[in-house]
């Protein structure tokens, strides 16, 4: 059997047609140089058709780089907000071929926190704090050592770090606006943050609604959390009513799932009687019959561009401390 010769950066440069350097440059991305769209295109090609794989750990050596960043986070891996922000995170390393380095221990002590320690010992080149609030010392902790970093949270409201924030008022003024072309005037909300204007969503939609002119009627409100739960305080909403809403806006997708739930086996028809809308992102809202409206978080944008910040800030480029990011109201058949 003949043995596997490593492919290496010389048969990429020969097949292309290029210099060495030209592919080293072309394939780590480096800044400052500027080469031929064509040529680039010419060392890609040449790349894929001889299945050329980097020597990262070479590479890392070579730049004095770890070739990873850190993803700290106290949140569920499995949860579908978590996974999407990452698929956006994801595809801004894979093209620099960068790696992600998970730390999902508390930290106390700015010292021994173990993303870093993962910097100091040269594991990772920066840190994306993701949907989690580092406090300002720990910032300034950071920013002191030269560590790169950028947060993912709307609670994070350091001014001086870098932060990707994202903004729902445009897209619940969307919502209402189309339910009001629609003739929908009284307008109920489920969710477990009625009441509580610390709750986003919930002082989002009161807010968004005053400023419209809608009616704000207590007895169109239900609070109930998304759980099997909702099932029994929806059915006893609605069996207490001699008269429906226009529409029910929804503090998750889950209770809005379990209301068309309730609404088909009960008979009422979606949206010719009640129209329903959700806030939240899920992958099946699409899937629902009537398909779920949602007023949807931009998830995968929250992780690209966290990871672009990160990487402008690890390369020395100019890029604000502030990105924010809109909602969007994605009309589907049940409203």
């Known amino acids: 059997m003949e043995k596997y010769r490593h492919v290496s950066s010389k048969d990429v440069a020969r097949e292309a047609g290029v210099s060495q350097a030209t592919v080293s440059y072309v394939l780590n991305d480096v800044p400052g140089i500027k080469i031929k769209p064509e040529t680039r295109q010419a060392v890609l090609e040449a790349a894929k058709k001889l299945n050329y794989l980097p020597n990262l750990s070479a590479r890392s050596m070579r730049l004095k780089k770890s070739m990873s960043i850190a993803v700290v986070s106290d ?41 870093v320690q993962y910097f100091l010992s040269n594991r990772i080149d920066g840190i994306i704090f993701l949907l989690v609030n580092p406090s300002k010392e720990h910032c300034q902790y950071l920013a002191s050592k030269h560590i790169p970093f950028v947060v993912i949270s709307h609670q994070f409201q350091e001014d001086g770090f870098h932060r990707i924030k994202n903004d729902m008022e445009s897209a619940v003024r969307e919502a209402l606006t189309d339910l009001r072309s629609k003739g929908r005037e009284t307008i109920g909300f489920f969710g477990n943050g009625i009441g509580n204007f610390a709750d986003r969503r919930y002082a989002t939609f009161h807010k968004t609604m005053e400023e419209m002119n809608f009616r704000l009627d207590p007895a169109q409100m239900v609070k109930m959390s998304d759980s099997e739960e909702a099932e029994s305080a929806i059915a006893q909403f609605f069996n207490n009513r001699s008269s429906l809403p226009d529409a029910i806006i929804c503090e998750a997708p889950g209770i809005g799932f379990r209301l068309l739930r309730y609404l088909a086996k009960t008979g009422i028809r979606v949206p010719e009687t009640l129209s329903v809308t959700a806030f939240g992102t899920s992958k099946f809202s699409p899937l629902t019959y009537p398909a779920l409206s949602a007023i949807e978080s931009p998830l995968y944008q929250m992780g690209y561009s966290a990871a672009e910040m990160l990487f402008n800030i690890m390369n020395g480029k100019p890029t604000d401390n502030l990105v924010v990011l809109k909602w969007q109201y994605v009309k589907r058949e049940s409203s």
Not at 83 to 110: A, C, H, W
């Open 75 to 115: 949140k569920n891996v499995s949860n579908y907000g978590f996974i999407k922000i990452l698929e956006g995170i994801k595809d801004v390393m894979i093209p620099r071929d960068y790696s992600i380095t998970f730390s999902f221990s508390k930290f106390q002590d700015n010292e021994t926190a173990q993303h």
